[in-house]
């Protein structure tokens, strides 16, 4: 028993060493470089991560808090690592250069924030003329020596992620195809006053108009799957033509920045109905797109017909004070068509400056009114005063939730209305609003 014991004893040094002789040479030439990562809200750690050219990388990535992503868009990676967990992530470092990486999943206020670099040193190799061999120099890779023979790449990962839009589901009033997560129930309401800003002389006591009558409308958008969602939306307006419209919509996301297009797309088809969707039905159809242009600008383009925008005649004037024969001499078209254009430029990681304008053709919403010669003050006939939407603001982004400062030229927001001022305001006049978007679950 003793003997076995001393044998042991002195066998166990000898196997380990024979074991590990057998692991060196099972090992091949080059393993993997193994690189650990942590990342936490907000950063990567280490931040800068270098490696030589050629070799096989080995990324072992934890999350230390909350889910985040790693986009290394150099090397087309783009990776989720869930809360707490780990992800390794292998590659081989075949281009040599400067690579951003950054988080792909939103996490918070700081995510813009959660960038890094990979550095893809030269190869060095050291040759021996002696026994004519060459073996790669195992130094570290020259980080800080200026590689220029490959100009930086420099990732746009923070478009890569649904989440990660840097953008409002509305700039003012204009769509955007920002995506609907699924099963997630979204609240949106928008407020916007009658009377316009307007100097504080002119108006006695009320303070920027904001003592006048106001419109406040709100609605729900649930994800029905991460593509398709469903919109139900009430506008309280009433006014001639247009009262208490109740719209319902269905919205289909089909591209996104991320998946490598250079656009993101989305279609959306809805009704609306006046007297709480018991009359008067307007049908319309949308493309929202947009595309990001630097970091910081998001550009928006949502055109949209509106299939009869003026109902039968709805919006024409009405007999009474006026014949029939002078009514019937005026008309206003039937359909609209609408093309929006929108800009959201983000100052500061979660506020952006918000503008947009919406021209129109075919039937445009405003103020009929009647025309009358000056000396005479006989009826020449009517007038339809309408101005194209104009609106702009400041929006402000917190997690779920995201406020916005409107001033714009019209109080209608229902996707027909929107893109025409009621109150026909002129672009030098605005009527102060807020939008207010709350993801619910
Ligand atoms: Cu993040």
Same mark, same amino acid.
């Given at each position: 028993?003793?003997?076995?014991?001393?044998?042991?004893?002195?066998?166990?040094?000898?196997?380990?060493?024979?074991?590990?002789?057998?692991?060196?040479?099972?090992?091949?030439?080059?393993?993997?470089?193994?690189?650990?990562?942590?990342?936490?809200?907000?950063?990567?750690?280490?931040?800068?991560?270098?490696?030589?050219?050629?070799?096989?990388?080995? /990324?072992?990535?934890?999350?230390?808090? &909350?889910?985040?992503?790693?986009?290394? @868009?150099?090397?087309?990676?783009?990776? =989720?690592?869930?809360?707490?967990?780990?992800?390794?992530?292998?590659?081989?470092? $075949? +281009?040599?250069?400067?690579?951003?990486?950054?988080?792909?999943?939103?996490?918070?206020?700081?995510? $813009?924030?959660?960038?890094?670099?990979?550095?893809?040193?030269?190869?060095?190799?050291?040759?021996?003329?002696?026994?004519?061999?060459?073996? %790669?120099?195992?130094?570290?890779?020259?980080? @800080?020596?200026?590689?220029?023979?490959?100009?930086?790449?420099?990732? =746009?990962?923070?478009?890569?992620? =649904?989440?990660?839009?840097?953008?409002?589901?509305?700039? &003012?009033?204009?769509?955007?195809?920002?995506?609907?997560? %699924?099963?997630?129930?979204?609240?949106?309401?928008?407020? %916007?006053?009658?009377?316009? &800003?307007?100097?504080?002389?002119?108006?006695? =006591?009320?303070?920027?108009?904001? $003592?006048?009558?106001?419109?406040?409308?709100?609605?729900?958008?649930?994800?029905?799957?991460?593509?398709?969602?469903?919109?139900?939306?009430?506008?309280?307006?009433? @006014?001639?033509?247009?009262?208490?419209?109740?719209? /319902?919509?269905?919205?289909?996301?089909?591209?996104?920045?991320?998946?490598?297009?250079?656009?993101?797309?989305?279609?959306?088809?809805?009704?609306?109905?006046?007297?709480?969707? !018991?009359? #008067?039905?307007?049908?319309?159809?949308?493309?929202?797109?947009? #595309?990001?242009?630097?970091?910081?600008?998001?550009?928006?383009?949502?055109?949209?017909?509106?299939?009869?925008?003026?109902?039968?005649?709805?919006?024409?004037?009405?007999?009474?004070?006026?014949?029939?024969?002078?009514?019937?001499?005026?008309?206003?078209?039937?359909?609209?068509?609408?093309?929006?254009?929108?800009?959201?430029? +983000?100052?500061?990681?979660?506020?952006?400056?918000?503008?947009?304008?919406?021209?129109?053709?075919?039937?445009?919403?405003?103020?009929?009114?009647?025309?009358?010669?000056?000396?005479?003050?006989?009826? /020449?006939?009517?007038?339809?005063?309408?101005?194209?939407?104009?609106?702009?603001?400041?929006?402000? +982004?917190?997690?779920?939730?995201?406020?916005?400062?409107?001033?714009?030229?019209? @109080?209608? *927001?229902? *996707?027909? %209305?929107?893109?025409? !001022?009621?109150?026909?305001?002129?672009?030098?006049?605005?009527?102060?609003?807020?939008?207010?978007? +709350?993801?619910?679950?």
């Amino acid at each position: 028993m003793r003997a076995t014991t001393r044998h042991l004893a002195l066998f166990a040094p000898l196997a380990l060493l024979m074991l590990t002789t057998f692991a060196h040479a099972e090992t091949p030439a080059s393993p993997a470089r193994e690189i650990h990562v942590t990342a936490r809200k907000f950063e990567f750690q280490p931040k800068t991560i270098t490696v030589r050219k050629g070799e096989a990388v080995r /990324l072992v990535i934890t999350s230390e808090d &909350v889910d985040h992503g790693f986009a290394l @868009q150099g090397y087309h990676i783009e990776e =989720k690592i869930k809360a707490k967990q780990t992800k390794v992530i292998e590659f081989t470092a $075949d +281009r040599e250069g400067k690579f951003a990486f950054a988080c792909s999943v939103y996490c918070g206020d700081g995510h $813009d924030e959660m960038t890094g670099e990979l550095i893809v040193g030269k190869e060095r190799l050291r040759i021996d003329t002696r026994t004519k061999t060459f073996a %790669r120099v195992d130094t570290p890779a020259p980080a @800080q020596a200026p590689q220029r023979s490959e100009p930086p790449v420099v990732a =746009k990962a923070h478009d890569s992620n =649904k989440a990660a839009e840097p953008y409002d589901y509305h700039i &003012v009033n204009l769509p955007t195809p920002k995506q609907v997560p %699924r099963h997630s129930l979204n609240f949106y309401f928008t407020h %916007r006053f009658a009377e316009p &800003v307007r100097p504080l002389e002119d108006t006695g =006591k009320d303070l920027f108009g904001l $003592d006048s009558f106001s419109i406040s409308s709100f609605g729900v958008t649930y994800g029905i799957t991460d593509r398709l969602y469903a919109n139900v939306y009430r506008s309280p307006i009433c @006014q001639p033509g247009l009262c208490k419209t109740i719209e /319902l919509g269905l919205g289909y996301h089909w591209l996104s920045e991320a998946g490598r297009s250079p656009l993101a797309l989305s279609t959306y088809a809805s009704v609306e109905g006046e007297e709480n969707f !018991s009359n #008067r039905y307007t049908y319309n159809i949308q493309a929202m797109l947009a #595309r990001s242009v630097t970091r910081y600008v998001n550009l928006f383009f949502s055109p949209a017909v509106h299939i009869n925008a003026n109902g039968s005649g709805r919006f024409n004037p009405r007999p009474g004070f006026f014949t029939p024969e002078e009514v019937a001499a005026f008309r206003l078209g039937q359909h609209s068509g609408s093309f929006g254009f929108g800009v959201n430029g +983000r100052i500061r990681p979660t506020v952006s400056l918000l503008f947009e304008y919406t021209p129109r053709v075919g039937f445009k919403l405003g103020q009929v009114l009647p025309v009358f010669d000056e000396e005479t003050g006989r009826f /020449l006939g009517f007038k339809n005063n309408s101005e194209a939407e104009i609106g702009f603001g400041i929006e402000k +982004r917190i997690g779920r939730h995201v406020f916005s400062l409107t001033f714009s030229n019209t @109080q209608a *927001t229902t *996707t027909s %209305r929107y893109n025409s !001022s009621n109150l026909a305001l002129p672009p030098s006049k605005f009527a102060i609003g807020f939008n207010l978007f +709350r993801r619910l679950f």
